[in-house]
């Protein structure tokens, strides 16, 4: 029905950058919220940012100032920009995003299946 596919990850050294993409294949209606969340070894899942229908951002304060969520609502997919990454942000880094399909009708949580990002010292 719904399918995310998050890609992007990889091994950069502090102070470096990388993009994530997330891009939902399927029957889809439309995406009202997308995000991302992380969950670094031995931690539960954090929220690090969410992107309304209309634009409007919101950033977990950890990533405030360093960590851009944006949208392309054309192509069903959307980003995060991570700038002057920390070893505190190597995680398994998941898109998800709150949709309705054609199939269901129903407002549903979809996630991927997650990317890795490692930050070296």
């Known amino acids: 029905q719904v399918q995310l596919v998050e890609s992007g990850g990889g091994l950069v050294q502090a102070g470096g950058s990388l993009r994530l993409s997330c891009t939902a294949f399927?029957?889809?209606?439309?995406?009202?919220?997308m995000g991302w969340h992380r969950q670094a070894p031995g931690k539960q899942r954090e929220l690090v940012a969410t992107?309304?229908?209309?634009?409007?951002?919101e950033y977990a304060d950890s990533v405030k100032g360093r960590f851009t969520i944006s949208r392309d609502n054309l192509k069903n997919t959307w980003y995060l920009q991570m700038n002057r990454l920390k070893p505190e942000d190597t995680a398994v880094y998941y898109c998800?995003?709150?949709?309705?399909?054609?199939?269901?009708?129903?407002?549903?949580?979809?996630w991927g299946k997650g990317t890795q990002v490692t930050v070296s010292s």
């Open positions: 992107i309304t229908d209309g634009g409007i951002p």
């Open positions: 998800n995003a709150d949709a309705i399909s054609s199939a269901s009708y129903y407002h549903t949580d979809y």
């Open positions: 399927g029957s889809i209606i439309s995406i009202n919220a």
